[in-house]
């Protein structure tokens, strides 16, 4: 057809349930990365023995709470994606550690926003005696207490305790000898990783690749 000069073309009429069939298929088929982990939170910090002291409202603990843990965390942490029956990726960084070798370890508390029993579940970092970096994964049924939190309720923050590996009990500021243990600089990162899936830290914003 020709109007005022100008050729118009007729083209086939388009299926736009086909367009919409494609796209389900599409994201079916992409990788969901996303929903198989998540970063619980990623803080550095340097830690000294008045932090320690001075800590409120307990001693040589460090507070994950507000903006330092991520707001996109899951409300619930058993549906649609199983956190509770997966794994954590545990990462310390120690940037800095006095001279010694003294055997130093954070446990990493989950305090939710609603518990059961004891109210709160805790792992924790490896022993570390030196610089360095350290991971490890932990099941997210296997550490203490986990049974105490109501998963489906979510966490509103968690709790860093700095230790020696005396055991639960070993707080840092309770040592004879502080100086090997203050001032120490770590960055802690933890990483939630969904039931069936595995830890990628390709996925892990601004972490070093390891050499």
Same mark, same amino acid.
């Given at each position: 057809m020709?109007?005022?000069?100008?050729?118009?073309?007729?083209?086939?009429?388009?299926?736009?349930?086909?367009?919409?069939?494609?796209?389900?298929?599409?994201?079916?088929?992409?990788?969901?990365?996303?929903?198989?982990?998540?970063?619980?939170?990623?803080?550095?910090?340097?830690?000294?023995?008045?932090?320690?002291?001075?800590?409120?409202?307990?001693?040589?603990?460090?507070?994950?709470?507000?903006?330092?843990? @991520?707001?996109?965390?899951?409300?619930?942490?058993?549906?649609?994606v199983?956190?509770?029956?997966g794994?954590?990726?545990?990462?310390?960084?120690?940037?800095?550690?006095?001279?010694?070798?003294?055997?130093?370890?954070?446990?990493?508390?989950?305090?939710?926003?609603?518990?059961?029993?004891?109210?709160?579940?805790?792992?924790?970092?490896?022993?570390?005696k030196?610089?360095?970096?350290?991971?490890?994964?932990?099941?997210?049924?296997?550490?203490?207490? @986990?049974?105490?939190?109501?998963?489906?309720?979510?966490?509103?923050?968690?709790?860093?305790?700095?230790?020696?590996?005396?055991?639960?009990?070993?707080?840092?500021?309770?040592?004879?000898?502080?100086?090997?243990?203050?001032?120490?600089?770590?960055?802690?990162?933890?990483?939630?990783?969904?039931?069936?899936?595995?830890?990628?830290?390709?996925?892990?914003?601004?972490?070093?690749?390891?050499?």
């Amino acid at each position: 057809m020709t109007i005022l000069g100008a050729t118009t073309t007729h083209f086939p009429r388009v299926d736009r349930s086909a367009f919409a069939l494609a796209g389900l298929a599409l994201l079916l088929s992409s990788p969901v990365s996303y929903a198989q982990q998540f970063v619980l939170f990623d803080a550095t910090f340097t830690y000294t023995k008045e932090d320690a002291d001075n800590s409120m409202p307990s001693k040589s603990h460090y507070y994950v709470r507000d903006k330092k843990l @991520n707001a996109d965390r899951p409300k619930d942490w058993t549906t649609p994606v199983d956190y509770r029956n997966g794994t954590v990726h545990i990462r310390i960084d120690v940037i800095e550690k006095p001279e010694g070798g003294a055997p130093t370890t954070w446990t990493l508390c989950y305090i939710p926003n609603k518990g059961q029993k004891n109210g709160y579940g805790c792992t924790g970092t490896q022993v570390y005696k030196e610089k360095g970096v350290y991971d490890r994964d932990v099941k997210m049924t296997e550490f203490w207490q @986990n049974e105490s939190i109501v998963w489906e309720e979510g966490i509103k923050e968690m709790h860093l305790v700095m230790k020696d590996d005396s055991g639960g009990a070993g707080h840092a500021h309770k040592r004879p000898d502080p100086e090997k243990f203050f001032p120490t600089k770590v960055r802690i990162t933890m990483i939630q990783v969904a039931k069936g899936g595995k830890y990628d830290p390709k996925l892990v914003p601004d972490l070093p690749e390891k050499k």
